[in-house]
């Protein structure tokens, strides 16, 4: 099954602590509606619902850094303009990686080790893009997808994650 289209995003935790993030879309379902405009127009108001696997990293150099596989699954509108508006939720698997972490051995001596953690990771968002056309003819669109991240276990009950996504997509259909 060929998906609907491709993303490629900056992916910013907390914003400022770059990373990239490739998701593909796979409409689940899809339809029309149809509202009468206010100049006594048609417009055709498109929705649908779409599962979206992503793949994705962030970089912190002092604190951790990680690597992500969520699946996505969310509700999206669009206008006839090319507006689009989309809200959804997933559930996946953060992996972590703590930079400058030390170990003492019996004898006393300190030596640099790799540490990490597993984590369920559960994010919400809304998406707001709109849909242009490339030099080319491709369909293309430009979005900005604030989400929160929640990844248990850690802590007594979690750890919340602020993410910002800037990207672009491109229809293959």
Request: proline share 6%.
């Amino acid at each position: 099954m060929m998906p609907k289209s491709i993303s490629v995003s900056y992916l910013g935790e907390m914003v400022t602590h770059p990373g990239l993030k490739l998701t593909f879309d796979y409409p689940l379902t899809e339809w029309e509606k149809s509202k009468s405009g206010r100049r006594g127009g048609e417009r055709r108001i498109e929705k649908s619902i779409e599962l979206s696997p992503t793949v994705g990293f962030y970089y912190h150099r002092r604190y951790q850094s990680g690597v992500m596989a969520i699946p996505e699954l969310k509700f999206k509108r669009q206008n006839p303009k090319g507006n689009y508006f989309e809200i959804g939720a997933g559930l996946g698997y953060l992996r972590t990686i703590v930079p400058n972490t030390y170990e003492v051995d019996a004898t006393g001596e300190v030596s640099k080790t790799h540490a990490g953690h597993n984590y369920w990771a559960k994010n919400l968002f809304v998406t707001f893009g709109r849909e242009l056309k490339s030099h080319r003819g491709w369909p293309m669109g430009i979005f900005v997808k604030p989400q929160f991240l929640y990844a248990t276990p850690n802590f007594p009950k979690g750890v919340g994650y602020f993410m910002l996504e800037l990207g672009i997509n491109v229809k293959l259909k």
